[in-house]
T-cell receptor
Framework: GAVVSQHPSWVICKSGTSVKIECRSLDFQATTMFWYRQFPKQSLMLMATSNEGSKATYEQGVEKDKFLINHASLTLSTLTVTSAHPEDSSFYIC?????????FGSGTQLSVL | GNSVTQMEGPVTLSEEAFLTINCTYTATGYPSLFWYVQYPGEGLQLLLKATKADDKGSNKGFEATYRKETTSFHLEKGSVQVSDSAVYFCALTWGQNFVFGPGTRLSVLP
């Protein structure tokens, strides 16, 4: 099946710094990728839909200026958590569709100190 | 390790038919169980969840019961609508160990 690579798998950063998370479709082109966030022991929540070559569509309640999404090519979408704070600590996961199937990255555990 | 198995699709039903999508899991410990739905062109949305044995999750007419004895979490709806056409994913979490099933496509015909 198709492979979605997400990097890094975990990151620890200081409060106030920015963190970039990459999501790559390794063997297929993905015009649309999705970014999710999971709080401990809770469900996965859709944050935004990333569209290649255009602005991302954010879900209600998600701060566009804090969670910057760039989808500059058909194989790469990035999520940048700007000026991170401890409350941004969470598990972030991306996914992409191919042939009507959904493939997930392995996720990124972000810890903000 | 943890895993989720769900019935292969696609599933095609007529409007108002009864729906069952089977889901079974393998897990250490006591995971939380979820059903997610992906409508065409959209991202995943949480449909319902259950966090412990015998819990029943329900939403939009869909139901699923956490059956520890059979390690199952089958999704049911008594009367499907055309608007229910989507891909349905069964999933479990145990801490940060998030595991999805492969998804089942449902097509409901008018």
């Amino acid at each position: 099946g198709a492979v979605v690579s997400q990097h890094p798998s975990w990151v620890i950063c200081k409060s106030g710094t920015s963190v970039k998370i990459e999501c790559r479709s390794l063997d297929f082109q993905a015009t649309t990728m999705f970014w999710y966030r999971q709080f401990p022991k809770q469900s996965l929540m859709l944050m935004a839909t990333s569209n290649e070559g255009s602005k991302a569509t954010y879900e209600q309640g998600v701060e566009k200026d804090k969670f910057l999404i760039n989808h500059a090519s058909l194989t790469l979408s990035t999520l940048t958590v700007t000026s991170a704070h401890p409350e941004d600590s969470s598990f972030y996961i991306c996914s992409a569709s191919q042939n009507e199937k959904l493939f997930f990255g392995s996720g990124t555990q972000l810890s903000v100190l | 390790g943890n895993s989720v198995t769900q019935m292969e699709g696609p599933v095609t039903l007529s409007e108002e038919a009864f729906l069952t999508i089977n889901c079974t899991y393998t897990a250490t410990g006591y995971p939380s169980l979820f059903w997610y739905v992906q409508y065409p062109g959209e991202g995943l949305q949480l449909l319902l969840k259950a966090t412990k044995a015998d819990d029943k999750g329900s939403n939009k007419g869909f139901e699923a019961t956490y059956r520890k004895e059979t390690t199952s979490f089958h999704l049911e709806k008594g009367s499907v609508q055309v608007s229910d056409s989507a891909v349905y994913f069964c999933a479990l979490t145990w801490g940060q160990n998030f595991v999805f099933g492969p998804g089942t496509r449902l097509s409901v015909l008018p």
